[in-house]
Nanobody, 123 residues
Framework: QVQLVESGGGLVQAGVSLRLSCAASGRTFGSYAMGWFRQAPGKEREFVSAISRSGGSTTYADSVKGRFTISRDNSKNTLYLQMNSLKPEDTAVYYC????????????????WGQGTQVTVSS
C-alpha cells in the first residue's frame, strides 16, 4: 500500500510556472513507476507524464511536451511536475499515481492514486 498526497496547485495567469509535488508514504516509493494525470470538468482523465522507478525513463503527452518536466527524488519519496508556460487549457485537477508497471500511460494500469490538486490558469 502507498499513500499519495499532491500539493502545489493554484490559480495562476497564463505563461507562468508551477511545480506540483506528490509526497508518498507507505511501501517503498522507489518500487513504483509514477505518473501524472489530469481531469478537466466534463472531460475524462488524461495522461500527462510518467517516470520509471529510477527516473531514467520519462514520457509525456504531446500537449505538454517541451513545457512540463517530470522528476522524482526517491530519497525524499517525492514526485514532481514542473509546469512552465502554462495555458488556460492546462486547467484541471492534477493527480499523481503509482504503478507496478515499468512505465504506463493508461489510468487503469495504476494501482494507487492521490486526491488531486487543482490548477487553474487564467488568460
Amino acid at each position: 500500500q502507498v499513500q499519495l498526497v499532491e500539493s502545489g496547485g493554484g490559480l495562476v495567469q497564463a505563461g507562468v510556472s508551477l511545480r506540483l509535488s506528490c509526497a508518498a508514504s507507505g511501501r517503498t516509493f522507489g518500487s513504483y513507476a509514477m505518473g501524472w494525470f489530469r481531469q478537466a470538468p466534463g472531460k475524462e482523465r488524461e495522461f500527462v507524464s510518467a517516470i520509471s522507478r529510477s527516473g531514467g525513463s520519462t514520457t509525456y503527452a504531446d500537449s505538454v511536451k517541451g513545457r512540463f518536466t517530470i522528476s522524482r527524488d526517491n530519497s525524499k519519496n517525492t514526485l514532481y511536475l514542473q509546469m512552465n508556460s502554462l495555458k488556460p487549457e492546462d486547467t484541471a485537477v492534477y493527480y499523481c499515481a503509482a504503478t507496478s508497471f515499468h512505465i504506463a500511460i493508461i489510468p487503469t494500469n495504476y494501482n494507487y492514486w492521490g486526491q488531486g490538486t487543482q490548477v487553474t490558469v487564467s488568460s
